[in-house]
């Protein structure tokens, strides 16, 4: 592990019974980056977590985070994570500021009234801090579960779906939010399935489906090549040429949709299209959106 490398996984590999929920995993996480996980239902994500966490036991593979090796009975790694759960856990009868000095207690911090005071205004959470965790509302509760998680102000947070259930005004806030912490040092670990939530956040993403690890990479190195997105329309009873079709997305409402791989590609798609009469031309990079299905695609038609 090197200076700017916060948190590794080595060959992680997880089996519930028969079944492979992590399958040699290998990455690694800078220190004061935002890494987004991003995958499907059931790909492995959240038991990740439950690893990082020292909730479960590997069968086979390593984390350490900041050095430290991460096991189930090992209390030193505890206070370096924060983890916002994606299942929303709690005492229904504590209050939301008893529940802050609670869980702040518990990590060993004292003299925290400042820093929770700090965080209920942040997320806010200041007009609930009184009131009993089972009468707030499901993104209330969710705002809570994050403010538990940066009590005890850890150098990695663990956030799990943290705007799941939250309305727009508050998730642009906690996005707010989440930069502010990481420009303060801490190291970010998402998983969403908010892709332009993962687009804005995050430095570097990891794939992954079915329990492996596709790539990893930052948008720029996962679209090296330049790859755009092309749309454009044909004057009617004239049909894509054939050398064409093997770069189209779809086709809807007329509007031909292509992802070409270079510059080259576009110059030599406008010489063929410029005399069958192509208008209304949009060319852009690649968005998250299309590089995701473009990752995953190969993975998704192996399971189908």
């Not at 206070?79 to 869980?103: H, I, N, S, T």
Request: hydrophobic content about 40%.
């Amino acid at each position: 592990m090197t200076d700017s490398t916060i948190l590794e996984v080595n060959n992680l590999t997880k089996f519930y019974g028969l079944f492979c929920a992590l399958n040699d995993v290998t990455f690694s996480i800078r220190r004061s980056e935002v890494f987004g996980l991003l995958g499907p239902n059931g790909a492995g994500k959240t038991t990740m977590i439950s690893l990082m966490a020292g909730l479960v036991k590997p069968s086979s593979g390593t984390i350490k985070i900041d050095g430290r090796l991460v096991s189930v009975s090992s209390v030193d790694t505890r206070w370096l994570l924060g983890v916002v759960p994606q299942e929303l856990v709690y005492d229904p009868f504590l209050k939301v500021r008893e529940a802050l000095e609670l869980q702040s207690g518990l990590c060993g911090v004292r003299s925290n009234g400042a820093w929770i005071d700090e965080l209920l205004y942040e997320l806010g959470l200041s007009e609930k801090e009184k009131q009993m965790m089972g009468r707030l509302s499901g993104g209330m509760k969710r705002r809570v579960m994050v403010a538990l998680a940066l009590v005890h102000r850890p150098p990695v947070i663990v956030l799990d779906e943290p705007t799941a259930g939250v309305d727009v005004e508050h998730r642009l806030s906690l996005w707010k939010f989440i930069k502010r912490l990481n420009k303060d040092g801490h190291t970010i670990v998402l998983t969403t399935h908010y892709l332009a939530e993962a687009e804005l956040l995050c430095d570097r993403l990891a794939f992954m489906r079915n329990g492996s690890l596709i790539k990893v990479g930052s948008l720029g190195d996962l679209n090296e090549g330049g790859s755009m997105s092309v749309s454009f329309l044909l004057p009617d009873g004239v049909l894509l040429p054939e050398q064409w079709k093997h770069f189209l997305k779809n086709h809807e409402e007329g509007r031909y949709h292509l992802i070409l791989d270079q510059y080259d590609q576009l110059v030599s798609m406008l010489t063929d299209l410029v005399p069958l009469g192509i208008y209304h031309l949009l060319v852009r990079r690649m968005s998250l959106e299309d590089l995701y299905v473009r990752i995953m695609q190969p993975t998704m038609r192996d399971v189908l």
